[in-house]
């Protein structure tokens, strides 16, 4: 499931990353890289980051970090961040 990333109340994404990746770490990994080298292209605003993840096989704890960097950049944006859990 790609990263969806697009204005709030609409259909039209503004971009994807990470398309066919499941796994939660790598997707929050390539989020909080696009958003530290793209934060100037988008004006503050109201926006929707959704990651689709399925859960780890064998998970028991430990996973993704979203750094305070990336968090802040988010919240200068306005973006909400959506975790969408798919089965498998």
Request: aromatic residues 10%.
């Given at each position: 499931?790609?990263?969806?990333?697009?204005?709030?109340?609409?259909?039209?994404?503004?971009?994807?990353?990470?398309?066919?990746?499941?796994?939660?770490?790598?997707?929050?990994?390539?989020?909080?890289?696009?958003?530290?080298?793209n934060?100037?292209?988008?004006?503050?605003?109201?926006?929707?980051?959704?990651?689709?993840?399925?859960?780890?096989?064998?998970?028991c704890?430990?996973?993704?970090?979203?750094?305070?960097?990336?968090?802040?950049?988010?919240?200068?944006l306005?973006?909400?961040?959506?975790?969408?859990?798919?089965?498998?």
């Amino acid at each position: 499931m790609p990263i969806y990333i697009k204005w709030e109340n609409s259909t039209e994404n503004i971009t994807q990353l990470e398309k066919g990746v499941w796994d939660l770490p790598s997707q929050i990994q390539a989020l909080e890289k696009w958003l530290i080298e793209n934060p100037l292209n988008l004006s503050p605003s109201n926006y929707i980051v959704d990651l689709g993840f399925s859960v780890r096989e064998n998970a028991c704890g430990g996973g993704a970090i979203l750094s305070p960097q990336a968090m802040t950049i988010m919240g200068q944006l306005g973006v909400k961040l959506y975790l969408s859990e798919y089965g498998d």
